[in-house]
């Protein structure tokens, strides 16, 4: 369930890395704020807004819709979020901070998401950027295939995601 409990030295680092990035942006670390990075700061895996929503309502610790969007946007541009678009038609969100880079395989039928890191593909991208004398700010891989559970109940690439 809970990645980090938010008395976390993590939680604990990410709470102030946010109020330093507030600061700088003449903002505060409000209530409402407060109370949506706290349910974030307990999220294990990829989430999208509306649940982060939904979760905060079931806990009888309501945000309005905009000021979860807006809370979230600022997460992501203080760097202590990232924002993955898996092509669902939503965004979801992930914890950056204290949390090993990861790329993403992604269920083309069941949408399910794998998150794995591979040193030699950090090898190979490193000496492509350098190569291309660039410089990278960052990166994401997305693999799109079908994974062994649908191949077991028979989904093969001709049909996936056809249904009925």
């Known amino acids: 369930m809970a990645r980090d409990s938010w008395g976390s030295a993590t939680a ?79 965004k979801l969100y992930e914890r950056t901070l204290g949390h090993r880079h990861h790329d993403h395989l992604i269920c083309v039928e069941c949408s399910r998401v794998v998150e794995f890191h591979d040193e030699e593909l950090e090898t190979v991208q490193g000496d492509v950027v350098q190569r291309y004398d660039f410089n990278m700010i960052s990166h994401t891989h997305k693999i799109y295939g079908i994974c062994s559970d649908c191949r077991d109940r028979g989904v093969s690439v001709e049909n996936a995601g056809k249904h009925g």
């Open 12 to 90: 604990q680092k990410e709470i102030e890395a946010f109020r330093q990035f507030l600061k700088k942006r003449d903002l505060k670390l409000t209530a409402q704020r407060n109370v949506i990075f706290q349910r974030i700061l307990r999220e294990d895996k990829h989430f999208s807004a509306e649940e982060l929503f939904e979760a905060l309502k079931r806990e009888k610790r309501p945000a309005s819709k905009a000021t979860v969007y807006r809370t979230l946007q600022l997460l992501v541009e203080a760097r202590l979020l990232d924002q993955v678009d898996f092509d669902r038609g939503f």
